[in-house]
């Protein structure tokens, strides 16, 4: 698979998650700032609750909204307690205002987390 145009900038505010259907699995989008924005698993690896309800800190962290864990966007690694699996980290770039993902470009080595249960 390649980049595909998952969402346009103007959809995603700074700060913002944004979940995209239609992929091999669930993503979250997260822009930090500007054009850079982030393309994670939707599935907090804790309780497999959806990230995307979740928000984001000045640390470039994402808090799951259920239990608080949070997530390094760069790196995927759990930060804090809970301590929880890494959350796999996609390709993610901004062309022409239109943000594109490869969900085949698994930017660290972190199992991709079960589908919700519920």
Do not use: W
């Amino acid at each position: 698979m390649a980049f595909e145009i998952v969402a346009n900038l103007d959809d995603l505010e700074e700060g913002e998650t944004l979940f995209v259907e239609g992929l091999r699995e669930p993503i979250c989008l997260v822009r930090l700032d500007g054009d850079d924005v982030r393309a994670v698993h939707n599935t907090c690896t804790h309780q497999q609750q959806p990230l995307h309800e979740g928000h984001v800190t000045a640390e470039d962290t994402l808090v799951c909204a259920s239990h608080n864990s949070q997530f390094d966007l760069t790196t995927g690694e759990s930060i804090g307690i809970p301590v929880v699996p890494a959350l796999p980290v996609y390709a993610c770039k901004v062309e022409d205002d239109a943000i594109l993902v490869d969900i085949d470009q698994q930017l660290n080595d972190a199992p991709i987390p079960h589908h919700p249960y519920h």
